[in-house]
Structure formats: C-alpha cells, structure tokens
C-alpha cells in the first residue's frame, strides 16, 4: 500500500472523529449553524470513501481494455465529491429556512463551541497535510479531499465567531443567518471542485506556464532534428500525456533518430517523472515551419 492510499485511508479516520466531536456540539446547543458544519462532516466521510476507492482504481496498471491506465478515476471521486457537496448545502438552506421561521435560543453554547473549535483544529491540520501531499503526489483526489476540508476550516471559524456574537447579543436569529451562509460557501465550493473535475475528465492542456518549459525542453534536446510541431498535451490524474511529431533530416538513420527521441524524453521525464511521452518521428519534407525550432 503506497502512502497515497494511507493518506486516503487517514482522512477517513480523521472525517469519522471530526463528525463525532461536531455532532456532540450541535446535540449540546441545538444550533443550526452547528448542525450544518456536523452535516458537511458527513459529506467530508463519504468523499473520503469514493476518494480511497478512485485512488485504488487509479493504481491499478494498465491493461488490454485500458492501455492507458486507469488514472482518471481519481476524478470521478473529485465529481461525486461536488454534489454530494451541492445536496448538503441544499440540506442546510432548509434546515436555515426552518430556523429563520422560529429562532431559538442555544443551550450550553461556550461548551458546544470548544468541542466544534477542537474539531476544527484537526481538521486544519489535516486538510494542510493533505493539499500538500496530493500536489506532490500529483493526487487529483487527494488535492480535493484538502480543499474542501479546508473551505470546512473556514466555515467552521465563521460558524464559531457567529455564534458568538449571537450569544452575546441574544439575536438568536444569527444562528439561522449563518447556517444559511454556511451553505452558499459551500455550494460555491462544490461547483469549483466539479468545475476542475471536468476539466480533467476532458484531457484539458496542462497550464500554460508548464507548457511553455515542456517546448524549452524540446527545443534544448533535441539536437539533430530540425524542429517539432503538432505538440499536444493532457493530463490524467498523476500522469502527463505529452505527444508531438518530431522532423529530422531525411538521410537520418533510424538508430540516431530514435537516440534524440531518448534524449527527449529522459530529459521530459526528469521534468516529470509521471509523463508518458510519445514522438512521431517526420522527414524534413514534412517540416511546417511553424513549430518548435531546435536550438
């Protein structure tokens, strides 16, 4: 088991913990705004789930009816994970509507509000350990799993200075008022994760900033050749699909040909060790003069 799979296994863990410790405090106070931060805790267990089970699916090698591998599972997590986010928040805007209709005063509040704080607290530290583990490992679930336990963070914090000041000023009203907000936070947080998810799910380019470097690299390694063209990239989970045709002179053998093809792609690789590079080698009849030019 590699640790990316313990991670996911550890946010499990983490989600079940956090889940307990925020329902005792909405039990405690029978605050809206604590019942909305316990339900997004149920949301963060069940991604936790899809997000161990995509992250398994996505290890698993290629095979004849997949030989590009399995990598975009970790995306259908990421997507699952957007609407279940979308029903919660809907789930809380009722439960907000109810509250704004007969507002009342909340029971043990200090008490409710240290445990919710205490739960928040680990989730900030785990969310953090997450986001940085996922860009590392390049985990598209991973990365997921951390953002929305941190846009849970901040949540939290709001719920928490909120309620607050609904203490302090018996407007019980505020209780409702924030689980209401609570939900809109989290329903723009859910149509950002989709949003990203299909972008993956579409074999969206890689960032411009990282396309420009894989073109230096090209144009610095490829000695011999006369230029590249039709460069295509896209990206799959962890890994990095880059293709391109590459022209050499016509009177190149094949062996030195395919001794630039090695240079390159060593050299893409060292940039990212999880890209598949492929090169469609040309004759100089079929140069565009358009392309990469080789340094």
Request: proline share 3%; aromatic share 6%.
């Amino acid at each position: 088991m590699d640790k990316i799979q313990k991670l996911a296994i550890g946010s499990i863990f983490v989600g079940i913990v956090v889940l307990a410790l925020k329902y005792v405090a909405y039990r405690l106070t029978g605050s809206v705004a604590l019942y909305s931060d316990a339900l997004e805790s149920i949301i963060n267990v069940i991604t936790a789930v899809a997000a161990l089970i995509a992250i398994r699916v996505s290890a698993a090698p290629a095979d004849s009816n997949h030989p590009y591998g399995h990598h975009k599972a970790e995306y259908f997590a990421a997507v699952i994970e957007g609407v279940l986010v979308i029903l919660a928040a809907l789930s809380i805007l009722r439960q907000a509507y109810f509250g704004f209709l007969a507002p009342k005063p909340l029971d043990a509040p200090l008490l409710g509000v240290l445990i919710n704080g205490g739960a928040g607290i680990i989730n900030a530290t785990w969310s953090w350990v997450l986001i940085r583990a996922g860009k590392r490992a390049r985990s598209p679930a991973l990365v997921a799993d951390g953002r929305h336990l941190f846009s849970d963070v901040l949540t939290s914090v709001g719920v928490l200075a909120g309620l607050g000041l609904a203490t302090l000023t018996g407007w019980h009203v505020l209780d409702p008022a924030l689980a209401a907000l609570v939900a809109l936070h989290i329903l723009w947080s859910g149509w950002g994760l989709m949003k990203e998810s299909v972008g993956g799910l579409m074999d969206e380019a890689m960032p411009k900033e990282a396309l420009e470097r894989v073109k230096e690299l090209i144009s610095a390694n490829a000695e011999g050749a006369i230029e590249a063209h039709d460069l295509r990239t896209r990206h799959a989970g962890r890994m990095t699909f880059i293709e391109f045709h590459l022209v050499v002179p016509g009177a190149m053998s094949v062996t030195d040909a395919h001794d630039i093809c090695d240079r390159l792609e060593r050299a893409l690789k060292e940039e990212d060790k999880h890209a598949q590079v492929t090169i469609h080698v040309e004759p100089d009849n079929k140069a565009k003069h358009a392309g990469i030019v080789v340094l």
